[in-house]
Structures are given as structure tokens and as C-alpha cells.
Nanobody
Framework: QVQLQESGPGLVKPSQTLSLTCTVS??????????WSWIRQPPGKGLEWMGV???????HYSPSLKSRTSISRDTSKNQFSLQLSSVIPEDTAVYYC?????????WGQGTQVTVSS
């Protein structure tokens, strides 16, 4: 019963850093050969892949967001996190965490983040 839950502030001011945490239950984020991803969906737009952290800790990011994005993990808590720096209003979106196998098989429910002053 794999479950993912996003958490973090729902409102971030422009220029600040957006920080979200995904808490995973029912699977270990260190178990071979899963990876763990962040995806977002701005209002009225499609899904945008942001990045991923693999079971061994390696990370990969969307080229368009790489300069502002950091994904990390806390294996003792079975959590992985997203930091998006220097946010702008266009970063407003529903942010999802998901597990990656042959597909993105398990998703969190998503959490709304609004960037506004």
C-alpha cells in the first residue's frame, strides 16, 4: 500500500524559496530500483516534470528549472523534498510527488502552492 503525501506551505512570496516534502509509506525511498519525482501543474496547463531522485541518491532536473531546483532526501524519515528558489508568480501550481518505476505508478494527491505578494 504505497502512499505519498505532499506537505509544505501553500503560499510563498516572490523571491522566496518554495520547500515541499513528500512523505512516503509502504515503500522505502532507498529500495532498488525506484526513483522519486516532483511534477507540477500550473492552472490550466499540463503536467511539468521537475526532477527526480533515484534510489541511490542521484538527481536529475528539468533543464528549464535546473538552476533553481534542488531535490534531496532524508532516508531516516523516508522523505524526499523539493526546494525551488527565487519563485515567481508563474511557479503557482499544484505540486505532486510520485514514484517512478516503468511508469509513475504512485502519486500523492498534490498540494496547491500559490506564489503571491
Amino acid at each position: 500500500q504505497v502512499q505519498l503525501q505532499e506537505s509544505g506551505p501553500g503560499l510563498v512570496k516572490p523571491s522566496q524559496t518554495l520547500s515541499l516534502t513528500c512523505t512516503v509509506s509502504g515503500a522505502s525511498i532507498t529500495s532498488s530500483y525506484y526513483a522519486w519525482s516532483w511534477i507540477r501543474q500550473p492552472p490550466g496547463k499540463g503536467l511539468e516534470w521537475m526532477g527526480v531522485i533515484a534510489y541511490e541518491g542521484s538527481t536529475h532536473y528539468s533543464p528549464s528549472l535546473k538552476s533553481r531546483t534542488s531535490i534531496s532526501r532524508d532516508t531516516s524519515k523516508n522523505q524526499f523534498s523539493l526546494q525551488l528558489s527565487s519563485v515567481i508568480p508563474e511557479d503557482t501550481a499544484v505540486y505532486y510527488c510520485a514514484r517512478v518505476t516503468a511508469s509513475y505508478d504512485y502519486w500523492g494527491q498534490g498540494t496547491q502552492v500559490t506564489v503571491s505578494s
